[in-house]
């Protein structure tokens, strides 16, 4: 087998080129050992990150000093982090969310562009055989993608095998992790137990498995662009959004599948179709959230910084974040008011200023253009059929503690120009 030749051709298959910056993630085990020689054997531009969890104390330690030394003695970048977990929590799980954060870190402060990890075919096998337990379709037999938003996997074309003999033939150092020998955890319990009986048995189940989850990773591709071109017409891409309207004559299983690509899990998916829920309920998950908005769904990314800071706008100003605004005074009125809720002119003596700007929020109110009483403005807003991705957006301009402009929607009325005053507050708003 040409090693080298077998792992460079993951990348041209992927269109990466060779002069592409990569973390790769090295535990100090043999199949990350052997992913480091292979990147230096192939001159790739290479960091490396290692995390000690100290969950095994000196063993911990000693995978981290392996793993130091080596990068040190190849020359190589290595970027170490000691790490603590608490015994209460799912270590494997919460072991995971640090890592990739970790990962994300590294390669933002280093400006790399992609993560390596050391996954195997094996490992593979174990989540296929996982998730066939767990009750998984077609995406979770798919097992582990060769390729996720930056994160590559080039080993997946290698056995465990394979690479004991690479490490061997190469005499790459490396640890061995005890806790792996354990049947504590399921994915353990599978590959010391489960997967031995079955190459035992059938010699060529190894690369039959192996071939079976190739097929299902191409049928499931094929899958997904055919569920896209089903919903094509039913699809409208938004700036910060997707809209998804429903249609009876389009099955919920051809939905549930377009929405699996977003992270959404089965039990959810069917769940959110099957139950008529009200607008503005919804789903999420870490990346997505899915809202019901009257008759469509919408997909957007979670946002965990929410801007709910107080801007200050002066008489004369133009104000470029967080939206844009234009405002001006004029000493007169004689101009034509323009239809437009984008342009909002005020009486200028009823003002005190500065203003300010800031998102509106559940409570507040006003008394809308051309009402008695006030309203809230989430009923404005219901009203004005605004939808549930632009709600999150829409600012509320504010003087003497009172909302005077649902900016975009309506003035308030306390706040309109009267003909007979000589002079008015003009606010241009220009959507971005």
Excluded at 13 to 36: H, K, P, R, T, Y
Excluded at 311 to 320: G, K, Q, R, S
């Amino acid at each position: 087998m040409d090693y080298k030749k077998t792992y460079l051709n993951f990348f041209s298959a992927n269109n990466i080129a060779q002069e592409s910056s990569f973390l790769l993630a090295v535990s100090g085990g043999i199949d990350s050992m052997s992913l480091l020689h292979l990147a230096i054997s192939c001159k790739q531009r290479i960091q490396v990150a290692h995390i000690n969890y100290q969950l095994r104390g000196n063993d911990s330690d000693l995978d981290e000093k392996l793993v130091a030394n080596y990068c040190k003695q190849k020359g190589v970048t290595a970027h170490i982090k000691k790490a603590t977990i608490s015994s209460d929590k799912n270590i494997q799980l919460e072991a995971r969310k640090i890592r990739y954060a970790f990962f994300k870190e590294v390669v933002k402060k280093e400006k790399l562009d992609y993560i390596i990890t050391a996954h195997q075919q094996n490992d593979d096998q174990e989540t296929f055989i996982l998730n066939i337990i767990r009750g998984s379709g077609l995406a979770g037999l798919k097992a582990i993608p060769f390729k996720r938003d930056n994160i590559l996997r080039p080993l997946l074309n290698f056995n465990k095998s394979q690479l004991k003999k690479y490490a061997s033939q190469n005499k790459i150092p490396y640890r061995e992790d005890i806790s792996n020998f354990s049947d504590k955890y399921d994915r353990n319990f599978i590959r010391n137990n489960v997967l031995p009986i079955l190459y035992k048995k059938f010699t060529q189940s190894e690369n039959g498995i192996a071939k079976s989850i190739q097929f299902i990773k191409k049928d499931n591709t094929l899958l997904h662009e055919l569920v896209d071109e089903k919903l094509k017409p039913y699809i409208k891409q938004n700036k910060d959004s997707i809209t998804l309207n429903y249609s009876p004559t389009i099955s919920n299983h051809c939905y549930a599948i377009y929405l699996t690509k977003f992270g959404f899990n089965h039990d959810q998916i069917e769940s959110w179709i099957n139950q008529k829920s009200q607008s503005g309920k919804f789903i999420y998950n870490e990346k997505y959230r899915l809202v019901q908005d009257r008759n469509c769904w919408i997909i957007s990314a979670v946002r965990n910084n929410t801007n709910n800071q107080t801007y200050i706008v002066h008489e004369n100003e133009i104000l470029t974040y967080p939206i844009h605004l234009n405002c001006k005074v004029h000493s007169s009125v004689n101009k034509s008011f323009k239809s437009d809720s984008n342009i909002a002119f005020f009486n200028l003596e009823k003002l005190s200023f500065p203003l300010e700007l800031r998102k509106w929020k559940s409570g507040d109110k006003m008394k809308p253009l051309g009402m008695k009483g006030n309203k809230k403005i989430s009923d404005i807003l219901i009203d004005k059929k605004i939808p549930l991705t632009e709600k999150e957006k829409t600012y509320v301009l504010i003087s003497n503690n009172e909302i005077i402009w649902l900016v975009g929607v309506t003035i308030s009325d306390d706040y309109k120009v009267i003909s007979t005053l000589k002079s008015t507050y003009e606010v241009i708003y220009t959507p971005q």
